[in-house]
């Protein structure tokens, strides 16, 4: 018990010399590597005592001539940890961002079926059908054009190029 207690006032009075000799030097050295304001640089040099404290009651620490790089190193970890954890938040924030803006589109999705099918009635039976045939269908030009008697593809795709141009005018004026 009494070899314990002197091993921990040891310790104590280390971390202590190793406190006010280092600090100053890896304090700036963290703001300069990390680009940290001198209140964060600080609350990572503790944190990063008290580490060294724990590893050296572990007996982790060999050599103390390392002491700074051995400190320094430790407090890279806790920074690039902090790094991992703010990148994490950041990539929720935007995920639950995404989501949220997805829902409101799900719901103005509904909105545009109807606004949709209010444009196809207005629009003459051939234009209709071919619309139908190309995206509900999945036909291709050429397809569509053997299936409804015209010439070339050209000539459907002309026709579908007019249905969604009366399209965009009957919801540019429902918009106006």
Not at 114 to 131: G, M, Y
């Amino acid at each position: 018990m009494n070899n314990q207690l002197t091993v921990q006032t040891n310790l104590d009075l280390d971390l202590h010399e190793i406190f006010h000799s280092q600090k100053s030097y890896l304090i700036r050295l963290a703001i300069q590597k990390f680009k940290l304001c001198k209140i964060e640089a600080e609350e990572l040099f503790t944190d990063a005592l008290i580490i060294l404290k724990e590893n050296m009651m572990k007996g982790k620490l060999a050599h103390s001539e390392y002491i700074r790089a051995y400190v320094f190193g430790i407090m890279r970890n806790l920074w690039c940890k902090q790094q991992r954890v703010r990148l994490k938040e950041q990539r929720y924030i935007e995920i639950t961002k995404h989501q949220s803006s997805a829902q409101v589109f799900l719901q103005s999705d509904e909105e545009l079926k109807s606004e949709l099918a209010n444009t196809l009635c207005k629009l003459n039976d051939r234009h209709r059908k071919i619309l139908e045939l190309y995206y509900v269908h999945k036909l291709s030009l050429r397809e569509i054009a053997e299936d409804l008697g015209y010439k070339s593809s050209a000539v459907v795709k002309n026709l579908k190029f007019r249905a969604l141009q009366n399209c965009r005018e009957v919801i540019g004026e429902r918009c106006a």
